[in-house]
């Protein structure tokens, strides 16, 4: 059996947070890299513009780091993003209404895997003994 799953249009990071949970996340990263735009007046804006700009075109995260002159650091962005993400999981769950599409996979997996196992695991392949 195989699923294909995708986020959409978006890559990961665009699919599955919002500016507000990523405008917080780059701009540690911005500051821990001593960027010298943080000390502009506009860099709140000229980040939302950034990320407006990337979810328009449906460019990968990669397009911000770029643009706002930040050395790429996905693996950084995620540590940052995980505590977003684990709220955000418990709240879809909780309610049992997964919308944000890594959740969704997540639930998706989990359902495959139950209907795969207990008795419906032991049963085998259609006319296997």
Not at 42 to 50: G, K
Not at 70 to 76: D, F, G, L, N, R
């Amino acid at each position: 059996m195989v699923h294909i799953f995708v986020w959409g249009e978006d890559t990961y990071e665009l699919a599955n947070f919002t500016d507000e949970e990523l405008m917080p996340a780059l701009t540690q990263i911005a500051q821990r890299q001593g960027n010298p735009r943080l000390g502009e007046p506009t860099w709140e804006q000229d980040l939302a513009a950034t990320l407006r700009d990337a979810r328009a075109k449906h460019v990968d995260i990669k397009f911000v780091f770029s643009k706002m002159r930040m050395s790429e650091s996905k693996t950084e962005l995620a540590r940052l993003l995980w505590s977003a993400l684990l709220r955000k999981s418990e709240r879809e769950y909780a309610d049992d209404q997964p919308t944000t599409p890594v959740v969704r996979l997540v639930s998706e997996v989990h359902r495959v895997i139950s209907r795969q196992t207990g008795i419906f695991g032991l049963k085998g392949p259609s006319g296997a003994p």
